[in-house]
Structures are given as C-alpha cells and as structure tokens.
Nanobody, 115 residues
Framework: QVQLVESGGGLVQAGGSLRLSCASSGSIGSSNFMGWYRQAPGTQREFVAIIDSVGTTNYGDSVKGRFTISRDNAKNTVYLQMNSLKPEDAAVYYC?????????WGQGTQVTVSS
C-alpha cells in the first residue's frame, strides 16, 4: 500500500498564494496519475487537478489559470501551486494517487482563505 502525506496548508489572505506538497511512500513514476481534490464543509468532494505519467495536466474549471500541479519523481512528491486564492478555495485538500486497480488518498491539509 501507498501512504500519501500532504503538507503546506494554512491561512492565507484572498489574492495570496500557497504551495501544497504531497509526499508519497511509493513510486509516483509508476502511477497512472497523481491528483488533488478538495472538500469544503457541506459540499461534495471536488476535482482540482491531475497530472499523468508524461506530465499532461488537467484542471477543474474553478481553478484553471490560477493553480498549477507538478511533480518530482525523484522525490516522489506532487505539488499544487495555488495563486490568486479566493475565499471559495477554502477547503481540505486531499492528495490522490491512481495505479492500475488501486486508489490511494492522503489525510488532507486545511487551506483557509481570509477576506
């Protein structure tokens, strides 16, 4: 099994930036893709971003142009650079790893955006 540990969450003012990290105990280079999801209180989990094995990325409509996902295979770490943050971006952000036949989730990191 793979363990995913998110870090980098915290409190930021609207318009500010934050960088999240997801450290994996497994080889992210062996994954089909790595991604980020988020969930705010009273809402369903929302897709944020994904990156596949060759570096192709995709983003949820609400974060396009503001967030960037990247990865460092040597460090088995995935990042989410979050710019121009809005109060509606506040949520618990979860790292996700997908392998053939398997899915893994981190415990989440809280992002709070003040206005």
């Amino acid at each position: 099994q793979v363990q995913l540990v998110e870090s980098g969450g915290g409190l930021v003012q609207a318009g500010g930036s934050l960088r999240l990290s997801c450290a994996s105990s497994g080889s992210i280079g062996s994954s089909n893709f790595m991604g980020w999801y988020r969930q705010a209180p009273g809402t369903q989990r929302e897709f944020v971003a994904i990156i596949d094995s060759v570096g192709t990325t995709n983003y949820g409509d609400s974060v396009k142009g503001r967030f960037t996902i990247s990865r460092d295979n040597a460090k088995n770490t995935v990042y989410l650079q979050m710019n121009s943050l809005k109060p509606e971006d506040a949520a618990v952000y979860y790292c996700h790893a997908a392998y053939p036949g398997y899915r893994f989730w981190g415990q989440g990191t809280q992002v709070t955006v003040s206005s």
